[in-house]
């Protein structure tokens, strides 16, 4: 059996095109693109133009509302922090969910000690969020709020446009972590009123350590101090030289980037053979809007890591990338009262446009064997069917 990648929601692999494009700039155009004064500086500083431009012309704003940075969770940091410190004078307060990425969280549970207050809003089981108890968090002092768009580890999407409507009515700045979003879903900023937004490059098929930090251009603008000082660039926000080729990857991977179809009617069958296969078998918040190329499977009474290592061949991951190999279970399901038996029980599998479906139904074979032969020899299994536990 040949190698199988389905961890995309962990990072994905370079389109071609996009590595094209990135490789005269770490060969022959090397200039420094803030070196204006010759010919090498002024390409790079072109071509950063261009991707900066493929960038806002996918989201629907304009390029001087897109700043360049190492990714997503620099962005995160760079927003919250920023706003924690720019905004003391109306408040104190930020509003995010239970169920964000670590790097909301983490950021979140710091600025506390800072003396924010955050209000961790909950999910429901299908890892929802109440928009009535969202609106009524909102406070006077409160100057953000942080919901992605996206869940990494179940795909479960927010309602973003609900979200931004109620913030631009409550004049409270809307920040969308949508990494997981962009590249899988159309996206249009002339439409939706989130205030900020960001993702990071090589969750769509583009180089590692890039990704875009989108700022509105408003009446009253948006107050958001350097993360990392230094140079002017990207009007004075980050400083640092310009890491031109992955910049041009980001911009290249942002342009060429779609829904394929065929990955729901692919991730559609996974999940359709695993659970009428497996016993006690399911998947998490099915019955909601997801993501098309995700599916957090729980398989019970099985440790969802010794599936894994009976499987070396495929690249399954047992929550985000950043959590994985820790021993917690995942403070998403969680946040979905999923015990944390069943957490631990389960596998995340994302698909991406290069998954085929010929690695699907390999997949379902392996894990129909793994499982029953992992169950044959368990003890808790036995339990289980002699009706001694649930
Ligand atoms: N936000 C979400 C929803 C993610 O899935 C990730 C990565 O897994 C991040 C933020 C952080 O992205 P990066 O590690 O590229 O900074």
Redesign the pocket.
């Known amino acids: 059996m040949s190698w199988i990648y389905l961890d995309n929601?962990?990072t994905t692999k370079i389109d071609p095109a996009v590595l094209e494009d990135m490789l005269p700039f770490l060969q022959e155009s090397y200039g420094n693109a803030s070196s204006v004064q010759h010919r090498m500086g002024r390409e790079a500083n072109e071509a950063i133009a261009l991707a900066r431009h493929q960038v806002a012309f996918k989201l629907g704003c304009k390029d001087n509302e897109i700043f360049f940075t190492s990714?997503?969770?620099?962005a995160?940091n760079t927003v919250l922090r920023g706003i924690a410190d720019a905004y003391q004078r109306k408040g104190k307060h930020i509003i995010t969910c239970l169920s964000e990425?670590k790097?909301v969280l983490t950021t979140c549970a710091l600025l506390e000690k800072r003396g924010m207050e955050v209000t961790y809003l909950p999910v429901n089981q299908q890892g929802q969020l109440d928009l009535q108890l969202l609106e009524d968090s909102i406070r006077d002092d409160t100057v953000l709020v942080s919901i992605?768009a996206a869940n990494?580890e179940t795909g479960v999407i927010h309602p973003i446009k609900e979200i931004a409507d109620i913030c631009q009515r409550r004049d409270v700045l809307y920040f969308c972590?949508a990494?997981?979003y962009i590249g899988k879903k159309e996206l249009n900023l002339a439409n939706i009123p989130i205030d900020i937004l960001t993702f990071?490059a090589?969750?769509i098929h583009g180089p590692k350590g890039v990704?875009a930090l989108f700022i509105r251009r408003k009446s009253k603008p948006i107050q958001i101090p350097a993360l990392i000082s230094g140079g002017k660039q990207e009007q004075g926000l980050r400083g640092g030289t310009y890491n031109v080729p992955n910049i041009i990857g980001c911009g290249k991977a942002m342009e060429i980037s779609k829904n394929h179809a065929y990955i729901k009617v692919y991730r559609d069958l996974l999940e359709e053979q695993l659970t009428s296969r497996i016993p006690q078998c399911f998947v998490h918040a099915p019955a909601t809007s997801r993501l098309d190329n995700t599916s957090f499977i729980a398989f019970r009474h099985i440790k969802s890591a010794e599936l894994m290592t009976s499987m070396p061949q495929i690249a399954l991951s047992s929550g985000?990338?950043?959590a994985s190999g820790l021993l917690d279970p995942s403070h998403v399901l969680k946040s979905m009262q999923v015990s944390d038996e069943d957490s631990f029980s389960s596998l995340r599998f994302s698909l991406s446009k290069y998954t085929e479906r010929e690695e699907i139904l390999q997949t379902v074979e392996e894990l129909v064997a793994t499982v029953e032969q992992v169950r044959s020899l368990s003890p808790i299994w036995k339990l289980f069917q002699d009706g001694l536990i649930d």
């Not at 990714?71 to 620099?74: L, N, Q």
């Open positions: 929601n962990a990714g997503a969770t620099e995160v990425h790097a992605m990494n972590d990494t997981q990071s090589h969750k990704g985000s990338a950043c």
